[in-house]
């Protein structure tokens, strides 16, 4: 039926390529020979979700199981949404094209908190009641994990679970649960109830809030007799052996990121104090070199790629970095294949490193400072010196570059208008250290670009109790950044002020926010994080509309001792590890990265880590 009506309306549509299916390596298999039918939603375009290396990664596991069919699902864009409505037809899977309400999971990835109007408006076009209690079945059961999940209650009211932390056990775990409860005629609740005694699982309807008058929480608490008061994280230590895809669904249509992914590590060691990555990610766990090295070899030969990204937090912090670049060039260079380490350091940057990258296939390379002085780079733990970064550039330049991105955060807890100005000037300092090179590229010019976003404070990172810059502070420090540009050769591009306002309030919200969202998909807005779609002034009027105040939860400092909304998940960062880093912040104090001195922040109890091994006389 869905297939006969989509033959009708895709010639209306742009790129109708990413709504048919029937790419390569998509796994089919007969819905009557499976016992779960599981729906991986990605809340946003399919060229944005076909780029996820979790979805990628879930998506094999569960179809490497017999009796579970894993199939995709994106949000169609406005013109295909459109054409949906009109022409009566649900949202739908790619692999079957079975509409989404006939699956027994419908899972979400929760990668930006600017999401999750997608997220109500896919199971608005799904026909599936938006409420976890208003799904009474022990059918669309719907789960949600990634990044978001850490604060949970924005959307605590329209998911019955959450999967906190590393989802390769956990998932499957949960999944085979429901297996058994489906074969045993249990019911939604007992099924809920059961799934919250395993670790890693957060049943929102099992716990109850209280506030104070003042608006903060008074307390959280269980609600049943046995369900964890706290809920840890799941974490993967043996990276080696957890399951990695062998092949990926290769997109019909070109997607934001088009080429193979290995990860070649989780966690980070360096621990930047505004970074939510690198506190939920701890500890750092490392893939070895022949491991990595079969791996992405593996992926170019099944995907036909030429190019492999090598992903991680900090690509230069693998300890193995030279090593594995030499494995991997003995057969890339033959083959013609392109290695890419998207997320380099510039105290990580070396000649071997430039050697190898520059092999097959030359681009310009991206650093991120973060800070424009020596002092708020300090504020913020990011232990990178200027001198390093303009030597890093000058070895670059050498090494025939001429194309240089620079990334900053502008509205940082203490920053002034001179760290703003700082910007600015180490641009400037860029552009000069090019013309200091005696070996850069004759006959061309330097092109150094300034991107800046605005600071937006998160849970589980020491600036979690920070305020957020008003927008219109925001406004002035980006007009001090252009006014202080002298050359052509430097461009500045900048993140919008409104978005990271209602990424910050959603980002440490509470429950109370779940009426918001509700009222807002009433209204039809979704893609929030693209400007086609976003309005401003129209959020407001939800926000007044639903009596809350979206400043309360941006621009709102917090006391050390409130009780905010994520402290009954552990993800193993202790609170008193992040007020000791805090502090020292406005001390202008910096922290030795995790390979240097072990710092105590509660990682270690995760046996198996770096921490732990640089460590065992403290456990």
């Not at 989802?167 to 297996?179: A, N, P, T």
């Not at 992903?311 to 290695?339: A, F, G, M, R």
């Amino acid at each position: 039926m869905i297939k006969s009506k989509l033959e009708k309306i895709l010639l209306k549509v742009q790129k109708p390529g990413k709504y048919v299916g029937g790419e390569l390596n998509a796994v089919i298999k007969n819905k009557d020979e499976v016992d779960v039918r599981f729906a991986f939603c990605f809340p946003d375009t399919y060229e944005i979700g076909m780029s996820h290396l979790g979805m990628k990664i879930l998506y094999s596991l569960f179809n490497s199981k017999p009796y579970i069919w894993c199939e995709r699902v994106f949000a169609p864009w406005i013109d295909m949404e459109e054409q949906m409505i009109k022409n009566d037809i649900p949202l739908y899977a790619l692999e079957s094209m079975d509409p989404v309400s006939e699956f027994d999971f419908i899972g979400f990835t929760l990668q930006y908190e600017l999401s999750y109007t997608n997220v109500l408006n896919m199971l608005k076009l799904s026909n599936i009641p938006l409420k976890s209690s208003d799904r009474k079945e022990l059918t669309n059961i719907v789960v949600a994990g990634g990044p978001c999940a850490c604060n949970p209650e924005p959307i605590a009211e329209f998911v019955d679970m959450f999967f906190i932390g590393d989802g390769e056990e956990v998932d499957l775990e949960v999944i085979e649960l429901f297996r058994e409860c489906k074969k045993q005629g249990k019911t939604k609740d007992e099924f809920l109830y059961l799934a919250s005694q395993i670790k890693g699982v957060y049943v929102p309807a099992l716990y109850d809030v209280e506030y104070n008058e003042d608006g903060t929480i008074k307390a959280f608490t269980p609600n049943r007799e046995g369900v964890p008061k706290k809920i840890e994280k799941r974490v993967m230590m043996d990276m080696d052996n957890s399951y990695y895809p062998d092949n990926f669904v290769v997109p019909n249509v070109e997607i934001v990121h088009d080429r193979a992914v290995e990860e070649i590590f989780r966690g980070c060691i360096r621990g930047c104090r505004f970074c939510q990555a690198g506190f939920l990610y701890r500890p750092v766990r490392e893939k070895s070199v022949d491991c990595i090295n079969e791996q992405c070899h593996t992926l170019c030969r099944n995907t036909g790629y030429d190019e492999i990204s090598l992903s991680s937090l900090s690509s230069s912090d693998y300890s193995q970095i030279v090593p594995l670049l030499e494995k991997l060039t003995e057969w890339s260079v033959d083959e013609n294949v392109s290695l890419s380490l998207p997320s380099l350091r510039v105290d990580g940057f070396s000649d071997d490193i430039l050697s190898k990258i520059k092999s097959v296939r030359k681009s310009g390379l991206t650093f991120a400072p973060e800070a424009g002085t020596q002092r708020l780079r300090d504020v913020i733990n990011k232990n990178v010196r200027e001198d390093e970064l303009l030597d890093t550039c000058l070895v670059a330049f050498d090494g025939g570059y001429t194309t240089v991105k620079l990334y900053f955060m502008i509205g940082l807890p203490t920053e002034t208008m001179d760290d703003v100005k700082g910007i600015a000037e180490l641009g400037q300092k860029v552009v000069n250290t090019f013309y200091k090179s005696e070996n850069r590229p004759k006959g061309k010019g330097v092109k150094v670009t300034l991107s800046s976003s605005s600071f937006v404070p998160k849970p589980f990172t020491p600036f979690q109790w920070e305020p957020q810059d008003s927008i219109e502070t925001i406004h002035s420090k980006q007009a001090h950044i252009r006014e202080n540009l002298t050359t052509k050769k430097i461009s500045y591009n900048y993140h919008d002020a409104d978005t990271s306002f209602l990424e910050a309030v959603f980002a440490r919200g509470d429950r109370k926010l779940n009426a918001v969202l509700l009222k807002a998909c009433e209204k039809g807005m979704r893609f929030d994080g693209w400007s086609d779609c976003f309005s401003f002034e129209k959020w407001m009027e939800v926000f007044d509309e639903c009596g809350v105040d979206p400043h309360f939860y941006a621009n709102r400092h917090r006391s050390f001792d409130e009780i905010l909304p994520w402290d009954h998940i552990d993800y193993s960062i202790t609170k008193e590890f992040l007020i000791s880093e805090c502090r020292k912040a406005y001390e202008n104090q910096t922290t030795p990265h995790c390979r240097e001195k072990c710092s105590n922040c509660g990682a270690m109890k995760h046996k198996g880590g770096v921490c732990f091994e640089k460590c065992k006389s403290m456990v």
